[in-house]
């Protein structure tokens, strides 16, 4: 049988071959050869063609009545055999694995036959994180969790490591951007038993233009995007021609979101930027909000399908995975931990008794300097009431910081780390005085007036 794959194996001693992070070569771990990147592509090259060529004929005769009338088109394209031209197995894969591992030999293994029908990525970000360094960054995040179970410290286990190339694509784009704020100047004295708050409200008109550059879109349905923004931003000043040697040792994946599809969570996380940038302006307010939908005028900008390094951890507590991802060029890691509830609320708790005193004081002053309430017994339960729930929403406040600790995981609300420096101009700005709102109300009087 004609190999479907091919496998990246030293030409010296014939173990598999393994990119390693940090490095612009390739190293045998057995006999020590080197060889360039290049080289490898080179070498490898013809037993590419060889092993597309096989898997096109493979394919062939699935679509016979004799083997493939039980095999529905959306399962051909699903899951698919290989043969590890290593050992021989039987390696079974989805439709978008263009490089992966042979569970039994551990030999790094291509599918050239997925890179048909699929663009060549123009770059690609290398590993420069190892294993051992996204075991050691899982063990750090752990710390400072105060509500991390005790269990999951002790016991938990790093169930398996791998290291993939996440498809992206990058965008860049020449924008000009139009936004109305709405500001206010507030002013507040007393007049006679009364307390006056003056409110100017104005109408500010911003206008700017910008520039963005590779702004990443997750390009594989399978990674949860919300996580991949979550590791980002990643260095392009290491971005390399694409090759695949680097591709060796790693899972990778190619698209199947296209740039088209893409350009939507593009798009958002530009007008969130140009919004940002341009209310940034707005400036000697005490508020300031956006009024209506801003205006995005974007020329359009050349497009890169690159190819960005991920591990990705996974352990369990209590039969529940759970899955982290470090950036592998940065180090930096998105998970969600698991957190005590119990230890949560004791936490609300303790948090919540120690700001009552504390409360009730500052209340209590408050009142009494503004002459808000009486110093009689009514008004002395009204301010403890008040300070009681005052604490209660101190501890719940501790209680969700602390919980909000356990994960990192959070969507990219903009694109500001992509704008190229400099790049931001105020093209036009006007702030117009609409009118003024004026609130009273009246103080209470004390027993020291009377």
């Not at 390693?20 to 037993?47: M, N, Q, R, S, W």
């Amino acid at each position: 049988m004609a190999d479907t794959s091919v496998s990246y194996t030293c030409p010296n001693c014939g173990a598999p071959l393994s990119y390693l992070p940090g490095t612009d070569h390739i190293t045998c771990e057995y006999c020590g050869t080197t060889l360039e990147t290049k080289t490898v592509e080179e070498l490898f090259a013809k037993a590419q063609e060889r092993a597309a060529a096989a898997e096109r004929e493979q394919e062939e005769k699935w679509e016979t009545a004799e083997a493939g009338e039980d095999w529905s088109e959306e399962e051909r394209a699903s899951l698919q055999v290989f043969h590890c031209s290593s050992c021989g197995a039987e390696l079974v894969t989805d439709a978008n694995t263009m490089a992966t591992e042979c569970c039994y030999c551990g030999n790094p293994t291509m599918l050239p036959a997925r890179f048909d029908g699929a663009l060549k990525p123009d770059e690609i970000i290398p590993f420069q994180k190892t294993k051992k360094d996204a075991v050691a960054a899982l063990k750090a995040f752990y710390e400072g969790k105060t509500l991390l179970p005790a269990a999951f410290r002790k016991g938990n286990r790093v169930e398996a490591v791998q290291q993939m190339y996440v498809p992206y694509w990058l965008f860049d784009a020449k924008v000009r951007a139009e936004a109305t704020f709405r500001a206010e100047e507030e002013e507040e004295y007393n007049d006679d038993d009364e307390v006056v708050t003056r409110t100017k409200i104005y109408e500010c008109y911003r206008a700017g233009k910008m520039t963005f550059e590779r702004i990443p879109v997750d390009g594989s349905v399978k990674m949860d995007d919300t996580f991949m923004e979550s590791i980002e931003p990643f260095d392009y000043k290491q971005l390399e021609p694409f090759t695949p040697a680097y591709l060796t040792g790693a899972l990778a994946d190619r698209y199947d979101v296209d740039a088209e599809a893409a350009v939507s969570r593009a798009d958002e996380r530009i007008a969130d930027s140009a919004v940002e940038l341009l209310q940034d302006t707005v400036e000697g307010y005490d508020s300031v909000t956006i009024q209506g939908e801003p205006t995005i005028h974007k020329k359009k900008g050349a497009v890169t399908y690159a190819m960005a390094p991920v591990w990705i951890l996974t352990t369990r507590y209590e039969n529940t995975p759970y899955m982290f991802l470090m950036n592998g060029q940065t180090g930096k890691i998105a998970g969600s931990l698991p957190y005590d509830n119990v230890k949560s609320y004791i936490y609300m708790g303790v948090s919540s008794l120690i700001a009552l005193p504390i409360c009730y004081f500052l209340i209590d002053f408050v009142s009494e300097e503004e002459e808000l309430l009486s110093t009689d017994g009514v008004s002395m339960t009204i301010v403890f009431i008040g300070a009681l729930i005052c604490a209660v929403l101190c501890g719940y406040g501790v209680r969700k910081y602390l919980i909000d600790q356990m994960s990192n995981v959070h969507p990219a609300a903009d694109a500001t780390a992509y704008l190229k420096e400099g790049s931001f101009k105020l093209t036009d700005e006007d702030d117009t005085y609409l009118y003024t709102h004026t609130t009273r109300y009246s103080k209470a009087k004390s027993k020291r007036d009377d």
